[in-house]
């Protein structure tokens, strides 16, 4: 089985966009990291062996997740998987698997933020299932999602564990097309999006917190090594 990374369209952590990006957010009335650094923390997490985070309708993002494989994809023979972001929900490891028992997908490819990040989950995805190739790429895709020319086809998108409604509306916009812009048809594109409607919001539980916290200080710690802190 072969691996390997593509990180030619990955910018410098140093870049004017990246820092620009980071000026921007955190000069906001409401300050926020850019999700990149956060990004860097869970990879490193995931490196020093941990698990992948679950988040609270995992079971039930699984079972539609296969039904949607048994009942509206029941024919389809993808050649290629793309993973966007697989990091959000562990469910992408087992639908990757579900489509590779068809036999045949030649081609996983995990995107990421980050790039260790992409390829801890692309070795992950593909220690879970049988490929004949896999590949890493660290883009964001709400503004690029490089895939190789000779990628295979059909392929099957998998954007799972809420990647598309955790982005700003304009940012889920920008992320499906990108994706149409990769797709021709009979290409097919699996969605998990948390649709419930938030009556009130609910506060943090002190284990949620610390564990958010703790989080957000790892990417605080990443950004002051990335400008030379």
Avoid at 135 to 155: G, H, K, M, W
Avoid at 214 to 223: C, E, I, M, P
Wanted: hydrophobic residues 45%; charged residues 20%.
């Amino acid at each position: 089985m072969a691996h390997s990374l593509a990180l030619g369209s990955e910018r410098s952590v140093l870049s004017p966009d990246i820092a620009g990006e980071l000026r921007d957010a955190l000069g906001r009335r409401q300050k926020e990291l850019p999700a990149r650094w956060l990004a860097a923390v869970d990879a490193a997490a995931l490196r020093e062996g941990g698990a992948l985070a679950t988040h609270e309708y995992e079971s039930l993002e699984r079972e539609l997740g296969l039904a949607v494989l048994r009942d509206q994809l029941p024919a389809a023979r993808p050649r290629g998987v793309v993973c966007i972001q697989p990091s959000a929900s562990s469910v992408n490891l087992m639908l990757a698997d579900a489509l590779c028992q068809r036999g045949s997908v030649m081609s996983i490819r995990a995107a990421e933020l980050d790039s260790k990040l992409a390829v801890e989950m692309v070795e992950r995805i593909a220690s879970s299932s049988n490929c004949e190739s896999s590949s890493a790429v660290a883009c964001d895709c709400t503004i690029e999602l490089p895939l190789p020319d000779r990628f295979p086809r059909p392929r099957v998108y998998l954007c799972l564990g809420n990647v598309l409604g955790a982005t700003t509306a304009v940012g889920a916009v920008r992320l499906l097309r990108v994706l149409r812009t990769t797709m021709i048809p009979g290409d097919s594109l699996v969605l998990g999006l948390e649709a419930r409607q938030v009556v009130a919001t609910r506060a943090l539980s002190d284990e949620e917190f610390e564990a958010s916290a703790s989080r957000h200080l790892g990417a605080l710690a990443v950004v002051n090594t990335a400008v030379g802190g």
